[in-house]
């Protein structure tokens, strides 16, 4: 089992950044992909980013060039920087993390992240 804990959302003004982590515990050798979701109030949960265990990394075209991934594996946790944000950023983020060679993921509870106009 992995447990997940997100930290970082908060009210922030458009134009401005936020840092988001995630930090992974439990069995944290299983990790395979971790990434990031975010679900907007009306709307359903969507992609924002993930990053594999090689580092590949994939994003909603929403946030190309303005968010990045990465992770610090031997911390077991992964980041997303996030600037440029505009109202439309608002949302619950979800931390996520898959398994090696298995259907299981994972899921944090969520963190606010709200951009005032």
């Known amino acids: 089992q992995v447990q997940l804990v997100e930290s970082g959302g908060e009210l922030v003004q458009a134009g401005g950044s936020l840092r988001l982590s995630c930090a992974a515990s439990?069995?944290?050798?299983?990790?395979?992909?971790m990434g990031w979701y975010r679900r907007a109030p009306g709307k359903q949960r969507e992609l924002v980013a993930t990053?594999?265990?090689?580092?590949?990394?994939n994003y909603a075209d929403s946030v190309k060039g303005r968010f990045t991934i990465s992770r610090d594996n031997t911390k077991s946790t992964v980041y997303l920087q996030m600037n440029t944000l505009k109202p439309e950023d608002t949302a619950v983020y979800y931390c996520?993390?898959?398994?090696?060679?298995?259907?299981?993921?994972?899921w944090g509870q969520g963190t606010q992240v709200t951009v005032s106009s």
């Open positions: 990053i594999t265990s090689g580092r590949a990394t």
């Open positions: 996520y993390a898959d398994e090696f060679y298995s259907d299981n993921d994972y």
């Open positions: 439990g069995s944290t050798f299983v990790i395979n992909a």
